[in-house]
């Protein structure tokens, strides 16, 4: 990289950060308000009768939009090392605003049927494709700019747009729901969120047109080392290829995993499993997000100081170590069963209602309660009478909201705050990480995939797999309970966490035995010398790596895990039940050719010994 001197630096450097970080919090905020509205869009996108199916359909639809990240990080990436950082990431950003404005525009099923769901996935796919594109052009515009030693420092501010963007994308949710109401909001205010973004991606268009291209590759420009196939230098040679894996499997995969699990996972927990209502759930989040944020910088500065694995690696050991009791600890604080009701404040009321065009009845059933330490709980039950008796019986409809006490809220606050730390912990410095592994020539493309298929398929999926694993156990323990058997799993609501536990472990093992644990990592001339002025490998040296026989293990764990994914879910693919088979397809076609794949040839690497220091 190039070294500017401080009167060069100082004055420009924020600004350059500050038109990065615009951008990119707008394209953050465009990407998460469909995730934050996945309950509202599950009503008004696909067909009705199912609630559990129309949310993970939606999820699904949601994790459409992370698994095509990577393809966005391929494309763009080669883009952005052919033509530059700038240009390259000013499109991304026109894509993103142009998709998320569409999204707030199409009908709802209840008009245009399957083409609705249908069109929905259509954008979540595009708005996947420029998010693939534009974090690692900003991260690598930012760190192209910034001096030797001060890289975590300043691409943490890059770091905290994906948080800031889920904050602002919750707030904006809160405000235009309380202005309208509850009920306009969810008949067509909740496009409002959709439709406002365009305002914002105009100004950061404008933003970005004024902002100059990196320096690092202007100078490889001008002297001609501008790479002809960047695709073919990150992926098809082994030298950078097996770097690629090692960023993928020792950081980004673990990483991704908390960053979803304590932030996106701990909302639909919250709301879900606890029946928070949905204001308050919301104002939980976004005060843990505004308590946390700073640990983003805070974490990125502390790893030029003392490298950046130990920070990342303690994030992820803390969040394996701690995440059941946390969640625990935010399960029983909003269970009703550990307060006193109020009986006589107990409300039962029954309204019949005719379903126009139809004689069939629609029966609300409005139950409230109260209990000694102000919490209060609504529930909303809507049955259908159909009177074609011959026909479905429709399943009844059920809503619940818990409203929390000052003090419950509290804690939970904390709870999800705690988690907010870990990613801060494994987030904040993970740019420069990458940004330090890779050459500039390639840099753009060869930091995008480990990144996006880290965040995008790993940390993407949480949401959905974890529901997944919950509704499984749920089911289980029902069928038993009928059966009349033992229960199968004693607290199915944490049965989710299982995912993000055993990836983040993984990754934390694969990390520090291959890692190495210094400040500049990489072995290229841009990403640091030693003070002697040898260039410094990224692998750990010493006799534990050096032992080739621990690569049979991660070929034997990626079989293993693909055994177990293709024998667990591949009857479902048949199966009539929506939800079973998106299941299956996601388990089968996308995390287990992914999870195998990278780990035997990760395991075939290792036992090559190619994950050694070379003297």
Known sequence: MLRQ??????????????????????????????????????????????????????????????????????????????????????????IMGGSTFLIGCIPGYAKIGMVAPFLMLLLRLLQGLALGGEYGGAATYVAEHAPEGRRGYFTSWIQTTATLGLFLSLGVIVLVRQSLGVETFNAWGWRVPFLISILLVVVSIFIRLRMSESPAFLKIKKEGKISKNPLKESFGKKENFKVVLLALLGATMGQGVVWYTGQFYAQSFIENACNVEFVQSRTIIIWALGLGTGGFVLFGALSDKIGRKGIMLTGMLLAILSYRTIYEKMYQTTNLKNKTEIVEKTTVKTVRNLVVGTADSLYVTTITKAFTDGTTYNEIQKTTILADKTAPTPQVEIKK????????????????????????????????????????HIRYTSMSLPYHI??????????????????????????????????????????????????????LVIGALYLRSSIATANRPEGGFLPNG??????????????????????????????????????????????????????????????????????????????????
Do not use: C
């Not at 630096?9 to 995730?35: K, N, P």
């Not at 988690?419 to 993970?430: R, S």
């Not at 410094?536 to 534990?544: A, E, H, I, N, T």
């Open 5 to 94: 001197s401080p009167q060069e630096h100082t004055s420009s450097l924020f600004t350059v950060i500050s038109a990065s970080s615009v951008g990119t919090l707008i394209e953050w905020y465009d990407f998460y308000i469909y995730g934050s509205l996945a309950t509202i869009i599950a009503g008004e996108f696909f067909p009705k009768g199912n609630p559990t199916a129309a949310l993970l359909a939606t999820l699904a639809t949601f994790a459409a939009g992370f698994i095509v990240r990577p393809f966005g990080a391929l494309f763009f990436g080669r883009l952005g090392d052919l033509v530059g950082r700038k240009y390259t990431f000013l499109v991304t950003l026109v």
């Open 454 to 507: 880290g965040n995008g398929v790993f940390g993407g999926l949480v949401p959905f797999i974890a529901t997944a694993l919950v509704a499984t156990a749920k089911t289980a323990n029902e069928t038993a309970e009928k059966a009349g058997q033992a229960l199968p799993y004693d607290k199915p609501y944490l049965e989710g966490l299982w995912y993000p536990i055993i990836i983040a472990t993984v990754s």
């Open 401 to 440: 909201a818990t409203t929390l006490n000052n003090s419950d809220e509290w804690t939970l606050i904390w709870l999800i705050l705690i988690q907010v730390l870990y990613v801060t912990m494994v987030y904040g410095p993970i740019a420069a990480f990458l940004v330090e592994l890779f050459p500039t």
């Open 534 to 615: 040898k260039k410094r490998s990224p692998f750990r040296g010493g006799s534990l790596v050096q032992l080739r026989s621990l690569g049979i293990i991660w070929i034997l764990l990626g079989l293993y895990a693909g055994y177990e994914l293709f024998s667990r879910y591949a009857g479902n693919l048949g199966s009539e039940k929506m939800d079973d088979k998106i299941q299956a397809i996601v388990f089968i076609f996308v995390l287990l050719p992914i999870i195998v794949g990278s780990l035997v040839r990760f395991g075939l690497y290792a036992l090559s010994g190619e994950y050694e220091e070379k003297p």
